[in-house]
């Protein structure tokens, strides 16, 4: 019964580093979505895709990429770190569409320095 | 666009109710939600309203809804020390993207 999976938990790069946040869900929902937590921030929407094959901006894109590899799987990359990316991201996943709650995973601490 | 307001602490004691407030802004009908956040987790969802009802109970948990006012709130009855955590109120509109747009976040600390 594992819901939404991150990985890795937690991680530290150095500005200028790349790397790519993994997430999967075993619910076969259509939606999912990223979002990065800071302090006093609450979440903020990075990218979210609606169904398997599409992808959509959030709030918060730059300096992130995505990609919906199957339904199941939603990555996000960090091309070039830098540290105003210090912070707790959060997939989710939703079955899309009128009330439909989001289930999430149990974040990605991720420091850049 | 939509925007979520909550307040950003709330202290009380063991025993006592806790009431968490939220205001929002979208005019459409609209779902909304209440998730808790325990420290190193993500987000559970706790419960949700439609925007067409006022009342929503749950065991412990009771939800109002002020439509005129655009008002939230959740009541925890005899709070306990495990229900210390980040609860945030969620707006989401019934029809497009589905995306919702969260609060950020009330502090509930319960002390003995």
């Known amino acids: 019964n594992a819901g939404v999976t991150q990985t890795p938990k937690f991680q530290v790069l150095k500005t200028g580093q790349s790397m790519t946040l993994q997430c999967a869900q075993d619910m076969n929902h259509n939606s999912m979505y990223w979002y990065r937590q800071d302090p006093g921030m609450g979440l903020r929407l990075i990218y979210y895709s609606a169904s398997e094959g599409t992808t959509d901006k959030g709030e918060v894109p730059n300096g992130y990429n995505v990609s919906r590899l199957n339904k199941r799987e939603f990555s996000l990359r960090l091309e070039s770190a830098a540290p105003s990316q210090t912070s707790v991201y959060f997939c989710?996943?939703?079955?899309?569409?009128?009330?439909?709650?989001?289930?999430f995973g149990d974040g990605t601490r991720l420091s850049i320095l | 666009g939509e925007d979520v307001e909550q307040s950003l602490f709330l202290s009380v004691r063991e025993g006592d109710s806790s009431v968490i407030n939220c205001t929002y802004t979208d005019s459409s009908s609209t779902y909304l939600y209440w998730y808790k956040q325990e420290p190193g987790a993500g987000l559970q969802l706790l419960t949700y309203i439609f925007s067409n009802m006022d009342m929503k109970q749950d065991q412990r948990l009771t939800v109002l809804l002020n439509k005129k006012d655009k008002h939230l709130s959740l009541r925890i009855a005899d709070t306990q020390t495990g229900d210390s955590a980040i609860y945030f109120c969620a707006e989401c509109p019934s029809g497009g993207s589905y995306i919702p747009t969260f609060g950020r976040g009330t502090s509930l600390i319960v002390h003995p």
């Open positions: 989710a996943s939703s079955e899309g569409g009128g009330f439909q709650p989001q289930h």
